[in-house]
């Protein structure tokens, strides 16, 4: 089945990521921490970006029926 080899191609590229820092989780996260450090700049425009569609994209709160007493 097709999902079956998405899942399988998934599997086999963690596995490769995982045996490069030596199964190593704290590795894993240095080696993330130092590229995001590359990309600081790039980071830092998509969470502006980010923040203002959220703020944009806010519902105004209001009521469409009044209150029953």
């Not at 199964?23 to 590359?38: G, I, V």
Request: glycine share 0%; hydrophobic share 35%; proline share 3%.
């Amino acid at each position: 089945m097709r999902a079956d080899i998405a899942i399988e191609e998934i599997r086999e590229v963690r596995h490769r990521i995982s045996a490069e820092f030596d199964h190593d989780l704290d590795k894993y996260f240095a080696f993330l921490q130092e590229e995001s450090k590359k990309y600081q700049e790039q980071i830092n425009r998509f969470r502006e970006m980010t923040r203002a569609k959220q703020e944009s994209s806010a519902p105004a709160l209001e009521l469409r029926e009044r209150p029953k007493d």
